[in-house]
Nanobody
Framework: QVQLVESGGGVVQTGGSLRLSCAASGRTINDYAMGWFRQAPGKDREFVVGISWSGENAYYEDSVKGRFTISRDNAKNTVYLQMNSLKPEDTAVYYC????????????????????WGQGTQVTVSS
């Protein structure tokens, strides 16, 4: 099992940028597919983006395509989420999550696929 800790959340104006980090500990995430989810007030948690453990493949939810970029540095056991052109509707608690897989190109898009979760970091976009 891996422990995940998110950081980098905060308050930003519409159109601004934030970079979230997800630091993993306890074991390497070299064979972990990773993803970011978010939960807005009063709503269910939703998938945002996933990345394969190879880092070569990523899949974005439609509303963040072209604005968010996921990346990973396996040497640092860390995953990042660069968020640009932020909108008020991006306001949510953002969660990092991961699961072990033998398929290097696999990207998880369903919450139930993910085994390990961080505690979340708040992102607030003011209008």
């Amino acid at each position: 099992q891996v422990q995940l800790v998110e950081s980098g959340g905060g308050v930003v104006q519409t159109g601004g940028s934030l970079r979230l980090s997800c630091a993993a500990s306890g074991r390497t995430i070299n064979d972990y597919a990773m993803g970011w989810f978010r939960q807005a007030p009063g709503k269910d948690r939703e998938f945002v983006v996933g990345i394969s453990w190879s880092g070569e493949n990523a899949y974005y939810e439609d509303s963040v395509k072209g604005r968010f970029t996921i990346s990973r540095d396996n040497a640092k056991n860390t995953v990042y989420l660069q968020m640009n052109s932020l909108k008020p509707e991006d306001t949510a608690v953002y969660y990092c999550a991961g699961f072990e897989t033998r398929v290097g190109t696999w990207i998880g898009t369903v919450e139930s696929e993910y085994e390990d979760w961080g505690q979340g970091t708040q992102v607030t976009v003011s209008s």
